[in-house]
């Protein structure tokens, strides 16, 4: 079982950047490809990008590619969410989640198995 906790969320202005982190408990975590979502107030979750179980793969969508990157650091059970040129409709809560496939291609909520509590990015002025 793996137990994600997402942190670095808060307030920012617009154009700004934030780096959220999820950090994972368990001893498989490498095993596992992780994905972002975030969900606005009123909205459904969407999709904001992924990445493989190594690392070495992923897949951001067009709608925030050039903005946001993900990376992760397998030995301290960390992946990472870097946004830039923040948006207001980048305002969200933020979740991470865990993928058994690994391959860091899975857009689809029913593919994780694990999620975290989510951490909040407001983008206003």
């Known amino acids: 079982q793996v137990q994600l906790v997402e942190s670095g969320g808060g307030l920012v202005r617009p154009g700004g950047s934030l780096r959220l982190s999820c950090v994972a408990s368990?001893?498989?975590?490498?095993?596992?490809?992780i994905g972002w979502f975030r969900q606005a107030p009123g909205k459904e979750r969407e999709f904001v990008g992924a990445?493989?179980?190594?690392?070495?793969?992923?897949y951001i969508p067009d709608d925030v590619k050039g903005r946001f990157t993900i990376s992760r650091d397998n030995a301290k059970n960390a992946v990472y969410l870097q946004m830039n040129g923040l948006k207001p409709d980048d305002t969200a809560v933020y979740y991470c989640?865990?993928?058994?496939?690994?391959?860091?291609?899975?857009?689809?909520?029913?593919?994780?198995?694990?999620w975290g509590q989510g951490t909040q990015v407001t983008v206003s002025s």
């Open positions: 990445i493989s179980a190594s690392g070495d793969g992923g």
């Open positions: 368990g001893r498989t975590f490498s095993r596992y490809g």
């Open positions: 989640a865990a993928d058994p496939a690994g391959y860091g291609m899975e857009y689809l909520e029913v593919g994780y198995d694990y």
